[in-house]
């Protein structure tokens, strides 16, 4: 007998234009966003990261946010990636080791 595959509702918060567009995408494709996002999580668990890349983010960052970034996902306004570079700065620290890596700290506690 085959596993039964339970499965669980989910909410996302997503931009009304985005939502469209999106939904117009996915009947062109035949899909719907169950099926979309059921591929997408699928995919990036079996690579280990996002299933996509995200350099325009950066791109974005070095450039200037849009206000329709901003409008699309909070995290990536001003105030919030100023915050993050800040935090980073003070874990990097200057004259002490700053953050390690994972790997970094399985291989100290091996040494031990």
């Known amino acids: 007998m085959a596993a039964e595959h339970q499965t669980v509702d989910i909410?996302?918060?997503?931009?009304?234009?985005?939502?469209?567009?999106?939904e117009e995408?996915?009947?062109g494709l035949g899909m719907?966003?169950?099926t979309a996002f059921n591929a997408f999580i699928s995919h990036?668990?079996?690579q280990g990261r996002l299933s996509?890349?995200?350099d325009h983010v950066?791109?974005?960052?070095?450039?200037?946010?849009?206000?329709?970034?901003?409008?699309?996902d909070p995290f990536?306004?001003?105030?919030?990636?100023?915050?993050?570079h800040e935090r980073i700065a003070e874990a990097q620290g200057e004259?002490?080791?700053g953050w390690i890596s994972y790997e970094m700290l399985k291989q100290r506690a091996a040494d031990v």
């Open 32 to 34: 719907n966003w169950s």
């Open 58 to 72: 950066a791109e974005a960052a070095g450039a200037g946010y849009s206000s329709e970034l901003e409008a699309q």
């Open 44 to 46: 990036s668990v079996q």
């Open 25 to 27: 995408l996915l009947r």
């Open 11 to 22: 909410t996302v918060a997503l931009n009304k234009d985005l939502k469209a567009s999106g």
């Open 95 to 97: 004259g002490d080791e």
């Open 76 to 84: 990536f306004n001003r105030p919030t990636q100023a915050e993050i």
């Open 52 to 54: 996509f890349g995200i």
